[in-house]
């Protein structure tokens, strides 16, 4: 005899169940929005040319656009050639996400 699939009683919206771990984590869900607000702000479109300049100079440091964004972003620096021990640094870190 099979299974009979969950049927949701009256009352049940059809929603996830509400134990175990959210998306947010253990922190309040306004959190949770709040971070998600953040981080659309800081991705908002930027011109093409700087993309596109953006890409370049990423490619040619071995990241990737988010990478070396993020790294604008946070330090406020725009990685060089010359910024091999913080590359490394970012390129390690790959592993550990």
Known sequence: ??????????GHNGG???EGKFAWGD???DVYFAWKR?????WKEVSYATLVRRV??????????EEY????????????EEDRARIA???AARGIR
């Open 1 to 10: 005899m099979s299974e009979r699939p969950f049927w949701p009683g009256i």
């Open 16 to 18: 996830p169940p509400l």
């Open 27 to 29: 922190a309040p869900i």
């Open 38 to 42: 953040a981080y659309a702000e800081v």
């Open 56 to 65: 370049k100079k990423a490619e040619e440091l071995g990241l990737t656009y």
């Open 69 to 80: 964004v993020m790294e604008i972003l946070f330090n406020g620096r725009y990685l060089q």
């Open 89 to 91: 640094q970012i390129k």
